[in-house]
């Protein structure tokens, strides 16, 4: 056991190499820092500028900026329902020429299962007319 100990026991590392990789540390978070510091500044001048604008011309850019999202919503609709459409002919096209697309197996299953139960049902109601007719002619 203590040879397992012995090979797999890390050695620490030198001192020179702990003081590089602290030095990289400083490094860059100061580095992060002092940009996160500079964005922020950079952020609160423009916003600081940029607030007379936007109230003057909010009149403008409040309806403008609706008209956009609402245009760009009714496109990306459009395409989402235009490629929903060609995905649902595409399925229909491989289903009839035989191709068995994914889902023709539960499809046809399930055509098969109502077909049964469809016919059942017609079975028993013209039974049950049958019924009726009969005992309506033997009233009559």
């Given at each position: 056991m203590a040879d397992y100990y012995d090979h797999h026991h890390e050695q620490p590392a030198p001192?020179?190499?702990q003081v590089v990789k602290a030095a990289t540390a400083v490094t860059t978070g100061g580095s992060l820092l002092v940009l996160s510091g500079l964005?922020?500044?950079?952020?609160?001048?423009?916003?600081?500028?940029?607030?007379?604008?936007?109230?003057?011309?909010?009149?403008?850019?409040?309806p403008a900026s609706i008209?956009?999202?609402?245009?760009?919503?009714?496109?990306?609709?459009?395409?989402?329902?235009?490629?929903?459409a060609i995905s649902v002919l595409s399925w229909i096209y491989r289903y009839m020429t035989g191709r068995h697309p994914p889902g023709a197996v539960?499809?046809?299953?399930?055509?098969?299962?109502?077909?049964?139960k469809g016919l059942g049902e017609m079975k028993e109601r013209a039974e049950q007319f049958g019924q009726q007719q009969i005992s309506g002619t033997q009233q009559g």
């Amino acid at each position: 056991m203590a040879d397992y100990y012995d090979h797999h026991h890390e050695q620490p590392a030198p001192r020179s190499y702990q003081v590089v990789k602290a030095a990289t540390a400083v490094t860059t978070g100061g580095s992060l820092l002092v940009l996160s510091g500079l964005t922020l500044a950079g952020t609160i001048i423009a916003l600081t500028v940029a607030t007379p604008l936007l109230l003057i011309f909010s009149p403008v850019l409040v309806p403008a900026s609706i008209t956009i999202f609402l245009l760009m919503f009714g496109f990306l609709a459009s395409g989402g329902f235009g490629v929903a459409a060609i995905s649902v002919l595409s399925w229909i096209y491989r289903y009839m020429t035989g191709r068995h697309p994914p889902g023709a197996v539960q499809l046809e299953h399930a055509r098969d299962k109502l077909a049964t139960k469809g016919l059942g049902e017609m079975k028993e109601r013209a039974e049950q007319f049958g019924q009726q007719q009969i005992s309506g002619t033997q009233q009559g």
